[in-house]
């Protein structure tokens, strides 16, 4: 039975910020909890979805009969009343597309290396009689090794007799559609998949697509012509395997077999493509199921079992993360748990606050004290923090790890926490600094204290970017106001069906807005509690309203103190990044110059902007109000050579529209 708000998702993963945007769906990193491991959390809105609501379904079971090392991987899947979330394997490295627009195109070798990827993983797709039918470079990501990972199978088809059968829903992207499937002609989808593959094969090696034009019906004339410009720099091989591939009949069209060992492909290669997976689906791994009995108290036969449901729940989700993390060469391990309470979760913040809001909830508060007592005691106990797997360590140290291992067994590790804790060991970094301040307050700091992921680290090095005012702050007061609003109580007794209703619209409306604050990384401490308020919220607000109010303004309070001065975001200076792909170097030495003129452009191309300090998050939009594109412009200063450059980043919206528009910004600002 679906659960009604995100607290499902928060017991199993911490979240923060939004990574990438689609037709469907939000996208946010997040953190598997119990392994540690970065991850990709998909939401949906089932209400948004609409009619769309099958696809999601679709793709869900695509993902979970496909296992190949260039498909990314699926781990959960959580339904709430209004949410759908899939947990998925994170990519680092982002989109091909940008990778393309960043390197204006690629050299012929280059793309070799990527398209035999490509082709390997829809050879796999294919012989599990899946058509992908949205093939292009935005749903191709580069994972941390500069692999690639095909995603987003909304769109795919598996007909019922087999691939050969033939399809008749148009779909994907125009400029990557088949004409067979334009023309809304009945097609068989892996034929329309290598129509699409070599438009993007031509937009690897070219940096454009081979059919273009605003007017779509003139871009469908273009395409069921198949008719397009060869660039001189192509070699006769490309230019040959291109027109293989793009032609109109697809009868005549090369087939994935014939490219596996296709000359063009096997150039520089000693064998053809190998498509086969790696990493076959129920493969079980004796090593994590061993760590997930020792670690998870179950019998090793009840653990293999529980992995062998292939559920895509908590189960699924640790043992193909523990997977991950072995053939990545990290060791298989779960994160020291906690022995406090029934939560699977092993954040201290998340169980301790859980634990908190239970306490208060049931007017328990003295349970509340004797918790806050013991974890101010815990957290003031010298060595605290130098734990070995503390989340304080960043996550890269944990990645570089390789095969070297970095935490010892569970049961060593906490000797060695217990021993350095009576040794007295020293507090490290900031704590020196709480310790001086009465331990309610130290208590708070450390339930307050985000995790540190790479994102956080790098965010921990910038300016603050609370320059402007955003909506979080107002959404904080929302919040804020709706604890102790009156007209709550009552809960679930109301009797008037139209107040029932409406009141059940404006709760829908308030857990939304509470949701966003989950995921708003500036309150993600904070999102705790609220993830253990959307339970009973009715309930609460007749009973422990008022104390769950003050509570709540109380750790306003804190996140205020804590809070460094809004003025700091300009004064401190942009950021220093090193040399990245979707960074445009300028011929400036002046990063505030750089900023203004940027400034100045913005509104003549109607882009609306909000700044945070030297980072620009825009947008524009439709008739109707509707965000048609979202994305970031950052002024940052290069390593080497010692330039102002503009760091930039889709969030949203069509890919080739934004590569248009941010060039046509970043040039008319005369950078
Ligand atoms: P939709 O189904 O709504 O089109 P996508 O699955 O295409 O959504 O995801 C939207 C964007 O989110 C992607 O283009 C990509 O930038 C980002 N994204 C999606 N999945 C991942 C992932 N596993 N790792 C990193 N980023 C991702």
């Known amino acids: 039975m679906p659960m009604d708000s995100a607290a499902e998702l928060l017991t199993y993963y911490e979240v923060y910020e939004t990574i990438g945007s689609g037709g469907f769906a939000k996208v946010k990193l997040g953190r598997h909890i119990l ?43 959580i339904e709430t009343n209004t949410k759908i979330y899939m947990i998925l394997e994170y990519c680092p490295g982002g989109e091909l597309f940008d990778y393309i627009i960043a390197k204006d195109r690629l050299s012929e070798e280059e793309t070799r290396v990527f398209f035999r990827q490509i082709v390997s993983a ?185 992995v062998n449901e292939w559920k895509y729940d908590q189960t699924t989700a640790t043992y193909l993360l523990l997977l991950s ?42 349970s509340v004290m004797m918790m806050l007592r013991t974890v101010a005691m815990i957290t003031t106990c010298p060595g605290f923090r130098s734990h070995p797997n503390k989340r304080e360590r960043p996550v890269r140290q944990l990645k570089r790890g390789g095969i070297k291992r970095t935490t010892p067994p569970l049961r060593r590790r906490s000797q060695s926490h217990t021993t350095v804790a009576r040794r007295g060991g020293a507090w490290n970094g900031p704590m020196k600094t709480k310790r001086t301040l009465p331990w309610p307050i130290r208590m708070l700091i450390y339930l307050l204290c985000p995790p540190r992921t790479p994102v956080a680290n790098r965010k921990a090095n910038r300016p603050n970017k609370r320059v402007l005012t955003t909506p979080t702050h107002n959404n904080t007061n929302k919040v804020g106001n709706r604890v102790d609003t009156p007209q709550g109580g009552g809960g679930s007794t109301c009797k008037d069906p139209s107040r029932k209703r409406q009141r059940e619209r404006v709760e829908r409306k308030e857990e939304e807005e509470m949701e966003e604050l989950i995921f708003s990384p500036e309150r993600r401490s904070r999102s705790l509690d609220l993830a253990g308020a959307s339970r009973g919220t009715a309930a609460r607000r007749g009973r422990g309203g008022k104390v769950f109010g003050s509570l709540e303004r109380g750790l306003d309070k804190v996140i205020t103190m804590l809070t460094p001065s809004k003025r700091r975001g300009l004064r401190d200076g942009p950021r220093r990044i090193k040399a990245q792909y979707n960074v445009t170097l300028t011929s400036q030495t002046n990063p505030d110059q750089v900023l203004n003129q940027i400034l100045s452009i913005l509104p003549e191309k109607h882009v609306d902007f909000a700044q945070k300090g030297y980072t620009l998050k825009c947008r524009t939009q439709g008739d109707f109000g509707k965000v048609t594109m979202a994305f970031e412009l950052e002024v940052c200063l290069l390593h080497r050579p010692e330039v102002v450059c503009v760091r930039r980043q889709r969030l949203k919206g069509d890919s080739w529209v934004y590569k248009h528009l941010v060039e046509d910004i970043l040039s008319t600002s005369s950078i």
């Open 35 to 77: 392994t540690g491991e970065n991850v990709a959390i998909k939401i949906m809105e089932k209400k948004e979805l609409g009619e769309d609501l099958p696809r999601v379904k679709v793709e869900i079971e695509a993902m979970k009969s496909l296992s190949h090392q260039h498909v990314c991987r699926l781990y959960h899947v």
């Open 325 to 366: 993390k072995k053939q990545r060469g990290k060791p298989v391990r779960i994160r020291p748990q906690l022995p406090v309470c029934d939560v699977i979760s092993c954040s201290p913040q998340h169980l301790g606050v859980q634990f908190m809001l239970r306490c208060l909830e049931k007017r328990l508060y003295s």
């Open 122 to 306: 829809l050879a796999y797709v294919h012989s599990q009689g899946y058509a992908h039918r949205d093939l292009k470079p935005e749903n191709l990501l580069l994972d941390e090794d500069h692999n690639l990972k095909l995603i987003d199978f909304g769109l795919c088809a598996k007909p019922k007799g087999g691939l050969g059968y033939e399809l008749m829903t148009c779909c994907g992207s125009p400029a990557y559609a088949a004409p067979e499937l334009i023309q809304g002609k009945s097609y068989i989808g892996s034929e329309a998949d290598v129509w699409s593959m070599g438009v993007l094969l031509f937009a690897l090696l070219c940096g454009y697509l081979p059919f273009d034009d605003d007017n779509c019906m003139v871009l469908y004339r273009k395409i069921t012509r198949g008719t397009y410009n060869n660039p001189h720099w192509l070699s006769p091989g490309s230019i040959l395997l291109l027109n293989q591939m793009m032609q109109v009949d697809p009868k005549h069209r090369v087939t994935i077999k014939q490219l596996l060992d296709h000359p063009w492909m096997t150039s520089g290669y000693d064998s053809p493509v190998e498509w086969h997976s790696k990493q076959p689906l129920g493969y079980i791994d004796e090593d994590c199921i061993t760590e997930m009995s020792v670690n998870l108290k179950n019998s090793r036969q009840s653990s293999l079992q529980l």
